[in-house]
């Protein structure tokens, strides 16, 4: 039998080896929450790596939906812009003749709307008409891609030469490629003209191109301007040149091709040389301007004798144009006023306005007291060109352009 020492010893080295066991468990259990910490961490690196690379590409990603947005935007304003006037195939396809057909009927447009008015224009039937179109003329054939009937190019430069013979006054203008080349070119125009008494109406073709809102609102509240502008339609009207408030007229659509409307792009916005004038804008056929004069002929203005008192042009040091100074008489201005002077007649040269309400019967030229009286009252309304953001350069021109 083991003694007692024996199995003293024996319990020792059993407990040792259990011992020896739990060591070796504690030491597993280490290593492996070592090693899980480890891939642990760089699960973490990984997945926040990951993270971060999809962060990039949903950035990416929206970028590339943000500039698509824009292109479909710009693409869609360019559609709308397009199909907005184009002159209707039948006329272009004929060429030469096709041009001579559409002026005459555009023309016929032109006196029909003048005789609608009220008051009706007593020499509509006699008036002369001066139009001009300015457009891309390479660009034309793309209106008429989509269309059954070919047209090829030859015809569409034929009937451009025909449109623009048909009558001395009739012009097309090529303005070459150019998304603002034609939209300058008729605003700068409507900046000079809608000033000039002479010009007694105008018929504006851009009910489809909602970027003319900021040129015409400043008329809106100009009743003497507003009345004399006429918005020709060939289509659905954009709802923001609609809210301006102008006449609209439909009569013109017979003569161009008839679309579908196009949602024009998201906007911020609520809610032309001589007598009568036409636009018509479209980057194809970009604009179309008629005027006409009160006269059933042309004839030359009379200048007034001391019409030089209008010149020089003054301009301060930056360049800017300034007004003349006046030394005017107060008394002798309120009594200058009360006549209602047409100031054209007598500061500048013959009014060739029928229409106009002001007085034309006071003995000219005046003294030079009243000359600068009457030109004091005239200045009290600024320029239309300088209105517009447009320098004036008009020698003779009589309204404000600012303080000395």
Known sequence: MATAVEEKNDYRRRFEEIRSVENLRDVLVEEVLAKLSVVTSQLDAVTTERAREVSVLEADLESEKEARRGWQDKAASFRQRLLGMVFHEDFVSRGLQGGYDAADKFVGKVREHLSSLSPPFEDAKTVPIMVKAFANRSGLAHAYAGNKKVVPPISINHFW??????????????????????????????????????????????????????????????????????????????????????????????????????????????????????????????????????????????????????????????????????????????TISKRNLCYWHYLRADCMTASCSRKHEYPRPLSPGEYDALWHVARQGMCYRLRNGVDCTDDQCLYGHGLV
């Open 161 to 334: 030469i025909g449109f623009s013979r048909r009558y001395p006054l009739v012009d097309f203008v090529d303005v070459g490629l150019g998304k603002e080349e034609a939209d300058n070119k008729l605003r700068e125009v409507l900046a000079i003209y809608i000033g000039n008494p002479q010009c007694q109406h105008m018929l504006l073709g851009c009910c489809n191109d909602a970027g003319y809102v900021p040129v015409l609102r400043p008329y809106v509240a100009q009743a003497s301007i507003s009345e004399r502008i006429t918005l020709l339609s060939a289509g659905p009207v954009q709802a923001v040149m609609e809210n301006l408030g102008f006449r609209i007229t439909p009569i013109f659509e017979p003569l161009f091709i008839s679309r579908p409307p196009l949602r024009a792009p998201p906007s911020n916005l609520p809610g032309e040389n001589g007598s009568q004038s036409v636009k018509v804008t479209q980057p194809i056929v970009d604009s179309i301007l008629a005027s006409s004069s009160s006269s059933s002929s042309p004839v030359p203005e009379k200048p007034v004798k001391n019409c030089g008192r209008l010149r020089p042009i003054i301009r301060n040091g930056v360049g800017k144009r300034i007004d003349k100074p006046l030394s005017v008489d107060q008394k002798l201005v309120q």
